[in-house]
């Protein structure tokens, strides 16, 4: 084939990258405009975000995949956003980790993101407006809840704005290419169970397994020592400069993690929302009953209902709560007096859109 045959499609695509080139810049310097209307306000709007890319996404007509358009326009906004004022946004590190990896998915790459040793101290940041935002992981659908994040969400003044959801892919990396001679692997405890049974299967039962704070902690340690191998995902293998020896060894082919965005705003509600609570009650016969109750009769689905000790007494439970809906909502403002009127304590750590991408 002679490249003559793609000079008139080189021809049309040089032009179109010219007409793409100028509507970009059109948007950015409207968001230039709202930046400069919205004073001394919060630049982010998560609401309007979540639209824009639900919008994009009910436009396209190909064939570019809904997913890769929602990802471009991501970017996009993540640049506007930019021209009115960089974010900052405070996650658990060191660089590499699949929470970063969580905050560029959310945020897009414009945002300035800062590594923080524990999420405690991510949301210190936000806390002392050092950060305008913090990212941490909440669940893991093979190893449940982040216990730590639950407790800061009791007492955290910030509000929950937004969700990520993160698929994750685990690799086993090495300096080298070579299955032989690995005689540690270092990784995450979490990331360590989710691919327990292919380590079992895949490496001779002298290769010891140690548990590190990251999976990009594991990664640098791989690159430092020729005889070690990390499991970690894509982010920290490029940033280590290491081989991939197998590629999504996690046992379960849907492993995702969900995060948590905090900030000191309210959310406008977006047209599709969850609202996370925290409860107490006193631990009496028929109570989990009587807190459900309000919600099921307003016709509100519940997406997470969990129980975690409360840290006062002996055997006094806390729950964490997401349903359906947005606080604003008049249904959801009326179970939330129903419920206001049956626990001890309710908390309304944030309504926000539910993720998009
Ligand atoms: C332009 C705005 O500011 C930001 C940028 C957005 C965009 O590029 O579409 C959307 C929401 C905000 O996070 C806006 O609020 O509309």
Excluded at 13 to 41: F, V, W
Excluded at 169 to 188: E, F
Aim: overall charge negative.
């Amino acid at each position: 084939m002679s490249d003559e045959k793609l000079l008139p499609h080189r021809q049309a695509i040089d032009a179109i990258d010219g007409e793409i080139l100028q509507l970009l810049n059109r948007r950015a310097a409207h968001a230039r405009a709202i930046g400069e209307l919205k004073g001394t306000g919060a630049v982010y709007r998560p609401e309007r975000e979540a639209q824009v890319l639900r919008r994009i996404q009910d436009l396209n007509a190909g064939p570019l995949p809904d997913e890769a358009v929602a990802r471009l326009f991501r970017e996009v906004m993540s640049e506007c956003l930019a021209v009115e004022r960089p974010l900052t946004i405070a996650y658990l590190g060191p660089q590499g980790t699949f929470t970063q990896q969580a905050a560029v998915k959310h945020f897009g790459h414009a945002a300035h993101t800062v590594a923080c040793a524990t999420v405690d101290e991510s949301l210190r940041l936000v806390e002392a407006r050092q950060a305008d935002y913090a990212v941490a992981p909440v669940e893991n659908s093979t190893e449940g809840s982040v216990g730590r994040t639950l407790d800061l969400l009791v007492s955290t003044p910030l509000k929950i704005c937004g969700e990520v959801v993160l698929r994750i892919h685990h690799h086993l990396l090495r300096q080298n290419n070579d299955l032989n001679g690995i005689t540690v692997v270092y990784a995450h405890a979490q990331a360590l169970a989710q691919c327990h049974y292919w380590l079992g299967k895949n490496l001779s039962d002298s290769v010891r397994r140690v548990a590190v704070s990251s999976n990009a902690e594991a990664a640098r340690l791989a690159a430092e020592q020729p005889d070690a191998a990390a499991v970690a995902g894509q982010t920290a293998a490029e940033i280590y400069a290491l081989h991939k020896l197998a590629e999504n060894i996690e046992d379960e082919p849907d492993n995702t993690t969900r995060f948590l965005v905090l900030g000191h705003q309210h959310t406008a509600p977006s047209g599709r929302d969850k609202t996370s609570l925290v409860v107490s009650a006193p631990n009496r016969a028929g109570m989990l009953n009587r807190l459900v109750e309000p919600f099921t009769r307003a016709g509100i689905s519940m997406s997470k209902f969990e129980s975690r000790p409360s840290r006062n007494g002996l055997w006094e439970y806390l729950f964490f709560v997401d349903i359906e809906g947005h606080g604003d909502d008049a249904a959801v403002r009326q179970a939330l007096d129903g419920l206001r009127e049956r626990a001890a304590f309710v908390k309304v750590a944030g309504s926000y859109p539910a993720a998009v991408i």
